[in-house]
């Protein structure tokens, strides 16, 4: 088995490891380790960015937020688009989405 893989990088042998039936019959565990490996995170960057954030949004002065103003500040920062992508948005379209959600007034008050 190492002769086979020796000089493939980690991802084309793991394709051609998890595609192989002889393989899975035969080493089954490895099969499973594999796997294994490639779900897992390969840096901590993300989680390391998210508590940055985090520390950014819980403030001193903002000792008092609830949870879910802390969940709905992380997901505003995290998954804002560029502001490059900015020119691209539809804001007519978003303002009638966000209008017909719930009754408002507009200027008028209501009878």
Request: with cysteine; aromatic share 10%; net charge positive.
């Amino acid at each position: 088995m190492f002769d086979k893989f020796q000089s493939l990088k980690f991802s084309a042998m793991a394709e051609r490891a998890l595609n192989s039936t002889d393989l899975l019959l035969v080493y089954p565990n490895v099969c499973k380790l594999i796997r294994v490996c490639l779900i897992l995170p390969v840096s901590s960057a993300d989680c390391e960015r998210g508590f940055s954030r985090y520390n950014l949004i819980k403030i001193k002065q903002r000792n008092r937020l609830y949870v879910s103003t802390v969940n709905t500040l992380m997901m505003m920062t995290v998954d804002t688009p560029d502001i490059s992508d900015m020119n691209q948005f539809n804001f007519g379209r978003a303002f009638d989405v966000w209008a017909v959600s719930k009754a408002r007034r507009f200027g008028n008050k209501a009878k």
